[in-house]
């Protein structure tokens, strides 16, 4: 059975608004107020992480190098797991 990445796919989404808004610098920051539970808990762990910063006065940007790193941290994660799975299933086989 898969199991949908929800939270990688709600923070997507969140990063998505404010590309498509073009919020990537203090300059362009907007105020965002997400409607979905799923959205309000992605742009709470994205401003924690940095990903998403404040001009002070409630309008909110992309950091897009931040924004970058964490995906790729993220796939770098799937794939070491991925891999030690695979080691794991190779090694039980060959046992």
């Known amino acids: 059975m898969a199991v949908v990445p929800v939270r990688p796919l709600a923070e997507r989404r969140v990063a998505a608004d404010f590309l498509d808004a073009g919020a990537v610098s203090m300059a362009d920051a907007i105020a965002y107020a997400p409607t979905r539970p799923s959205s309000r808990r992605a742009f709470e762990r994205l401003k924690g992480a940095d ?37 794991a299933g190779a090694f039980a086989a060959l046992r």
């Not at 990903?51 to 970058?68: A, F, M």
Request: net charge positive; glycine share 8%.
């Open 51 to 87: 990903v998403l910063r404040t001009d002070g006065q409630g309008k909110w940007w992309l950091d897009e190098e931040r924004w970058n790193g964490r995906r790729s941290d993220r796939r770098t994660r799937v794939v070491l797991t991925m891999l030690a799975v695979a080691a």
